[in-house]
Structures are given as C-alpha cells and as structure tokens.
C-alpha cells in the first residue's frame, strides 16, 4: 500500500527540469550532441546524491548513473530504469514556461502566450480521462519536455520513496539518465556491462498504463544525386541539376501509402526528414519504419529501384545510396523473458490502472539496449503530443508513474 501521506517531489521536480535547455542537436557529431545536455546530467547527480543513492556520478559522456543497494535478503536480479535528458530538436526548448491548469473541467486548452495553439479536446480523446486533474503545458511558445524529463523526475521520486520507506522490500535498482536520445544516439556510448541490471525499463511512454514491448524496426537512408553544373548563361545541353532530380525522385515516391500521414497501427513508412543540395549534389534523407525486419529490405529496395528510374531521365546523372542500421523490434528479444513485461503488467494491476499493452510506431533507448543484451521494454510517463508546443502531462499521471516504479520494483523482490 502506497503511503497517502508522501508528498511527492516529481512535478516540482519536473517543472525546474523543463526549463534547463537540453535540446540535442541531430546534425551534431560530438557525444552528447549538445553540450547544453550535460546543464541537467550535472544537477541530476547532485539531486540523486542529495536524497541517499548510492555512487550517483557522471561518466566522460554524460551518462548519469546511481545504485540503490538491496535491502532483500533475496536473490534478487538488479533491475535499472532509465529515461534521457535530451529534448526534441523539432521545436525550441529554450525558455520553456510551463503552465498549470488546476482541476481541468473539460474542453479545449488554450495556451496562454500564443493563443493560436490549442489542445483540442476533439482531438486529444485522452482529455476525457483527466477531468478534475491539474494539466500542465507549454506557454505556445515551446515544447515543454515531459519527453523524457517527466520520466526522469518521477525515476527521482521514486528512488526517493524507497529511501524513506525501507520496510518495502526490493533488490539492486540502478537508474541511468541518457543524452541524445531524441537523435537516435541515447545507447551509443552505453555500456551495459559497466551499468550491471539484467533488466531494465525506460520510463518514456505515454499514455497512464502503457506498457509497450514492441517497437518500429528502423533503418536510415542517404541517398546522393550527383548532377553537372555548369554557369547558367552557357548551360544549354550541359547542365544536370541535381535539385531537378531530386525533386522528381520525390514526385515519384508513393501519394497514398508508405508515409508517416498515410499510414497507422502496424503499417510501415517511408519518410524524407530532410533535403539539402544545389545544381551539383542534392542529398536526401530518409528514415524507414516497419514492425517487421523484411519489410526494411523491400523499403530499401523501393527506394533504390526509383532512384535507377530517375536517373534514366536525366541521363548522366549517378547516385549514392546508403543505408544506416538504426534499431530493431526489441520483441523478438522481449519474447525470450516474458517475467519482465508479466510483471509490469501485474505491478499495474496491484495500483488498479489498466494496462495498455501496445506496439510503438516508433523507437526507445529500449531497443537498442534489448539488442546490446539488457531487455528494456517501455512504460508510461504520462506525457502527450510528444515534440511539439501542445505537449502535456498530467499532474496526477506523473504521481502515478512513481507508484508504479516503486511497485514494481516490489514485484521483482516478492517473485524472486
């Protein structure tokens, strides 16, 4: 039974998290990709110091880990939670202003400095569920950053919980907060022996309830087209312009399939995030999704069988294709431990929140980390409209977040 007299520290926590700037940089090649990331990694440790764990410190690439020691005289396995610091590179986290709106009545949210940004209830069904909740949200002028520093304010708050109350019975809990992970980097320098769990959670999720074991396999591609430029009074016959060509490519992708705004539930996508170039090179780049690996391969092929097409146009022209391996459906791995989802199932239970047991149309720090030998499904933080100026969490989710942790964490002790 959760202590009703605790006063949780995870929102005042958060709202002083949310306003430190730590949005990562994606075209960056140094780790942590921003520098700014490590403003917070730096407070993290002395907070995490300041309410009793253990070894809490920060490693030459901006990993932030701590120890709470067992207090089981059982064989327990270390368990880790993890969440990241970094913020979306999609939109400002500068100046991030967050707003309270105590005891939501319903309706829509109109966002106080730009009132050109509402959360529209017709649009956000999870709005229904939160009447009487304190919601808070950006001013409507940046993203507020409950992806992911909600998940770390409540991974604190509940690590602080269990220092206070050491009649719960739990094993070795490690926590690490990552950089990066908005860029597809949180795992690059992780070093999954060093940080010692057999199994981990990433507290990044949404929705109160959400446990999610399963994930977008994930691919990029780099695609090069390499025109001929010549001056423009003298072109005639002679020029290739690459941006010509890759503007066709682009007219030739599908219109009504294969996109992130065409596509739902389990179907994958093709996505251009990004063109750059002039008469002489125009580069693409593109992010391929599929919750199953082979699809990749015939994305991949679609891809490059449009490119040879293209080039029959614009005869002379050439192109690179390159593909980077980004991440993998962790399921196939999560498949192998089915205790680590059944017991965050069972955890939910115990605090009477329904689990929602879903596939993500996207990726965590988890699935990599499943791949790299620690099993890391995902668990709600509470947050919506992730990367954008309508993000929002709710007050009351945030607290049950930390519930859940800490319950969790019960769970691992008493089936062990």
């Not at 010692?196 to 695609?223: C, H, L, N, P, Q």
């Not at 990004?274 to 992010?287: M, P, S």
Request: aromatic share 8%; proline share 4%; net charge negative.
């Amino acid at each position: 039974m959760f202590d009703k007299d605790y006063k949780f520290t995870c929102v005042d926590r958060f709202l002083k998290y949310a306003k430190i700037d730590t949005q990562s940089d994606e075209d960056a090649e140094s780790f942590p990709s921003a520098s700014k990331e490590l403003d917070l990694s730096k407070l993290l440790v002395e907070e995490l110091k300041s309410i009793g764990m253990k070894d809490a410190g920060m490693d030459e690439y901006g990993y932030v880990t701590a120890t709470l020691p067992s207090n089981s005289d059982k064989d327990v396995p270390v368990v880790g939670f993890i969440a990241h610091v970094d913020t979306s590179p999609a939109v400002t986290g500068k100046n991030v202003n967050p707003v309270i709106h105590k005891n939501y009545l319903g309706g829509d949210i109109v966002l106080p400095n730009d009132k050109t940004k509402i959360i529209k209830a017709d649009e956000n069904p999870e709005l229904k569920d939160m009447i009487g909740f304190d919601i808070i949200t950006t001013d409507g002028t940046t993203l507020l950053g409950a992806d992911d520093k909600a998940g770390v304010a409540e991974i604190i708050d509940a690590m602080n919980y269990l220092i206070a109350h050491p009649e719960i019975k739990h094993g070795k809990i490690r926590v690490c907060f990552t950089p990066d992970e908005e860029v597809g980097r949180g795992t690059e320098k992780f070093d999954v022996q060093k940080f010692g769990a057999k199994f981990a959670y990433t507290i990044d999720g949404g929705t109160r309830g959400e446990v999610e074991t399963e994930t977008f396999s994930a691919d990029g591609v780099v695609i090069k087209f390499n025109g001929k430029n010549v001056h423009p009074g003298y072109a005639k016959g002679k020029m290739i312009n690459a941006v010509k060509v890759a503007s066709r490519f682009i007219e030739m992708l599908p219109k009504d399939t294969l996109s992130p705004e065409t596509t739902e539930g389990r179907e994958g996508y093709v996505h251009c995030t990004q063109i750059n170039g002039n008469e002489t090179q125009a580069v693409l780049k593109f992010i391929i999704r599929d919750f199953r690996d082979e699809k990749l391969v015939d994305y991949e092929k679609l891809l490059k069988g449009l490119c040879e097409d293209v080039i029959k146009e614009f005869p002379g022209t050439t192109f690179d294709f390159d593909i980077v391996n980004q991440y993998r459906n962790m399921k196939y791995v999560l498949e192998q431990h089915p205790m680590v989802e059944e017991y965050a199932v069972e955890s939910l239970k115990r605090l009477n929140i329904k689990p929602i047991q879903s596939a993500i149309r996207g990726g965590t720090d988890g699935s990599r980390l499943s791949y790299m030998g620690l099993p890391t499904p995902n668990l709600f933080a509470g947050g919506h409209n992730f990367h954008g100026f309508l993000e929002y969490v709710a007050v009351q989710d945030m607290e049950e977040s930390v519930k859940n942790i800490v319950t969790l964490a019960q769970v691992w002790e008493e089936r062990s």
